[in-house]
């Protein structure tokens, strides 16, 4: 336990616990912060200028511009500018970053080859992990994290790869060839262009579809020390090259836990309209926890209120999928569950507000991407904040290597008997 410059022991902690009735609050009150570290929850606790969040009141900020302004006015690029370099661009820096990305997106003919090695099924998650991490098997010129120059270019390069790895992953999960990417195009409309697209056909890229995904790739660029972002922190706290430290997160974000909330949601909105549709029969069971029943899409770790994102993606979430006017009936039970939700003293006791995952499976299947996708779209988004958060640990003096703290609970000495 750490309060201030003091460091107080484990039968200190465990008496703060209410062992003998410390009282945490008043620890609090006599000591200012007071920061709880049991060893198991934290991996490592750290200080970043990255990303605000509140998650009391709802409040979500990159660099301190709020996430509802940047969601509006602001494109994926832009943001990742923001994130990584720490100001907005002026329209001239945005441009520079834009050509050098747009330079980068190839991949190497013998990474390309690498692909084919994997099995004819094999899910594009691992795929995009081991590609990146095979990154510094062709870069080698740029793996010095303390040179800025080289740091610089592994940026710009993973910026530019990796929509191209992920549509590759794509097409390699579904068999279908890949295609170069087209450097007239944007980022995210490249992205879409070879992930749907075949080679020499037209592919027609339609707008509302790529402000869509551009705007839910701003809305995952960061969110401070979650598990792929700690990672990403943790490994590169080695002194490990920014591209095995992403492939590492690429990993973290893989688990059903952090990355797959989404196609958990997706999932269940799906029973539930199989089940006939009816939300008030499946609140009843969330309610009374029949049979196994989860409410998926609700609640977050760290928003007690309305998850910001939430509401910005529900509006994509009806422009998207009401297109032509015509209701989706997926959204329309999404909707039914959300207003029950917002009514119900079960759900409003319990903080059960819909977070950012409940809206986006829906947009990327009608999008056409399926669910094997979905944490491979979170990484795309995700990969800017992952940087930005690698960039300020290595540039940090104070960044030691990570060592999460460990209390010991089996025997402490044993004597050797042979069974
Ligand atoms: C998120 O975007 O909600 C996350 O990365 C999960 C988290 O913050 O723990």
């Known amino acids: 336990l750490k309060t201030g410059d003091k460091e107080l022991s484990l039968p200190v902690v465990q008496a703060a616990e209410g062992n003998d009735g410390y009282d945490v609050s008043k620890l609090l009150k006599e000591t200012g912060n007071v920061t709880l570290d049991i060893g198991f929850v934290n991996t490592a606790s750290c200080t970043s200028a990255i990303t605000y969040i509140d998650g009391d009141a709802g409040i979500l ?3 301190g511009y709020p996430i509802e302004q940047l969601a509006e006015k602001s494109s994926f690029l832009e943001t990742s500018y923001l994130l990584i370099y720490g100001e907005l661009p002026t329209p001239e820096q945005l441009a520079d970053f834009d050509q ?3 330079r980068h997106t190839l991949l190497h003919e013998d990474l390309k080859a690498f692909f084919t090695g994997f099995p004819r099924d094999a899910h594009p998650m691992p795929v995009l992990s081991s590609a990146v991490s095979a990154l510094s098997t062709f870069y080698q010129d740029s793996l010095d994290p303390f040179d800025e120059e080289q740091v610089e270019i592994s940026t710009v390069r993973l910026m530019a790869k990796l929509p191209t790895i992920a549509a590759y992953a794509y097409k390699k999960s579904v068999g279908q060839p890949f295609l170069y990417p087209d450097n007239s195009l944007s980022l995210t409309e490249n992205f879409l262009r070879m992930t749907f697209g075949f080679p020499a056909e037209p592919y027609d890229l339609d707008p509302e579809l790529v402000k869509a995904l551009d705007l839910l790739l701003i ?6 020390q979650n598990c792929s972002t700690s990672t990403v922190r943790l490994v590169g706290s080695s002194q490990a090259n920014l591209f095995a430290s992403i492939s590492a997160g690429i990993n973290a974000l893989f688990g059903p836990l952090h990355g797959g909330a989404n196609q958990s949601v997706l999932e269940m909105l799906e029973g539930i309209q199989k089940d006939g549709g009816d939300v008030d029969a499946f609140v009843r069971k969330v ?7 989860k409410l998926m899409g609700f609640g977050h770790r760290v928003y007690k209120n309305y998850d910001p994102r939430a509401a910005i993606v529900k509006e994509t979430a009806h422009t998207v999928l009401n297109k032509g006017g015509v209701s989706d009936p997926l959204l329309d039970i999404a909707m039914k569950l959300e207003q029950h939700a917002l009514e119900d003293d079960y759900f409003v006791e319990r903080k059960l507000y819909p977070n950012v995952d409940f809206y986006t499976g829906l947009i990327y299947k009608s999008m056409g991407f399926p669910t094997r996708m979905f944490t491979v779209l979170f990484a795309l988004g995700r990969l800017p904040g992952w940087i930005a958060q690698w960039r300020e640990m290595i540039q940090d003096p104070q960044t030691k290597i990570g060592r999460p703290r460990q ?3 089996g025997a402490t000495e044993r ?5």
Do not use: Q
Not at 415 to 419: A, K, N, R
């Open 219 to 224: 809305l995952h660029a960061d969110h401070e």
């Open 100 to 102: 050098r990305i747009r």
């Open 287 to 293: 309610k009374n926890k029949e049979d196994g029943v």
């Open 407 to 409: 209390i010991y609970v």
């Open 415 to 419: 004597d050797y008997v042979s069974l």
């Open 61 to 63: 900020r990159y660099r």
